[in-house]
């Protein structure tokens, strides 16, 4: 999976450049773990970015183990992947892996 991540400008003020990023790629259904992740920050947007199964979390599950995953990219102060409120976030479902044009928008703040 590869494309784009960006910051949505009504979103940009809630956002500071050492802000961490993180995109990640899931199965649609059961475990929430991420099957693969990486880690930036907002200096760093737009970014390029790329998950494969070389990047693969532990659990043994790859992308290519799916037909379709959801990935994800979220802003936190907090610097951990957990989710808080105040995140910022965006998502895209259903997406086929090997798909290299992705352009995932960070649009939503986690309540």
């Known amino acids: ?9 009504k979103l940009a003020g809630r956002a500071k450049p050492d802000d961490v990023l993180f995109v ?12 693969a992740a990486m880690r930036a920050t907002v200096a760093d947007l737009p970014l390029n970015f790329r ?9 043994g599950r790859k992308i290519s183990d799916f037909a379709s995953v959801s990935v994800e990219a979220r802003i936190t102060r907090a610097g951990n992947a957990s989710t808080s409120s105040g995140d910022l976030f ?22």
């Open 51 to 59: 998950l494969d199964d070389s990047m693969a979390l532990a659990g």
């Open 24 to 35: 990640f790629a899931r199965a649609e259904e059961g475990p929430r773990m991420p099957l």
């Open 1 to 9: 999976l590869a494309g784009e991540v960006m910051l949505s400008g």
């Open 90 to 111: 965006g998502r895209i479902d259903g997406v086929k892996p090997g798909n290299r044009k992705l352009r995932l928008v960070i649009d939503q703040l986690q309540p």
